[in-house]
């Protein structure tokens, strides 16, 4: 991922995340994605049926996330737990594509009124909290 695909301005209340022609695994789903193309058996006491392998392929992802639009602000300092930061309820959108071959997928044209919650913040724990 380029250097430059996050911009980020907390005055403005502002980001944005660009990645163009990433090139990806498409693991099919979860369940191949973390048994590396194996599947799960059903039965084994859990409630979920069997999952067939399915072996990774090749993908190309592009995708543009932009938040923007003050909502609300939060401050969090918990000197406790060595954490603390600063949350701005933003509107966000994103664009998404997926391409392998044979298939292409395109979202649709971003909608900011089907939002339902976003968050830009910046925080800071652990060693870098001060």
Known sequence: MA???VKV???EVRARLRVSNLKVFDDHDIANSVTQGL???????FPYP???PVAPVRATIS???QWSGFVDMA?????????KGSFFSTGATI???AEQPGFRFESETPDPGRNL??????????????
């Not at 599947?39 to 006491?45: A, D, I, S, T, Y």
């Not at 401050?75 to 954490?83: A, D, G, M, S, V």
């Not at 919650?117 to 925080?123: A, N, T």
């Open 3 to 5: 250097e430059n695909a």
């Open 9 to 11: 301005d907390f005055d």
């Open 39 to 45: 599947g799960l058996p059903g039965g084994l006491g």
């Open 50 to 52: 069997a999952i067939p």
């Open 63 to 65: 995708f543009d996330v």
């Open 75 to 83: 401050k969090i300092l918990n000197p406790t737990q060595r954490f």
């Open 95 to 97: 664009e998404w594509s």
């Open 117 to 130: 919650i976003s968050v830009l913040g910046h925080e800071q724990n652990g060693v870098f909290f001060a």
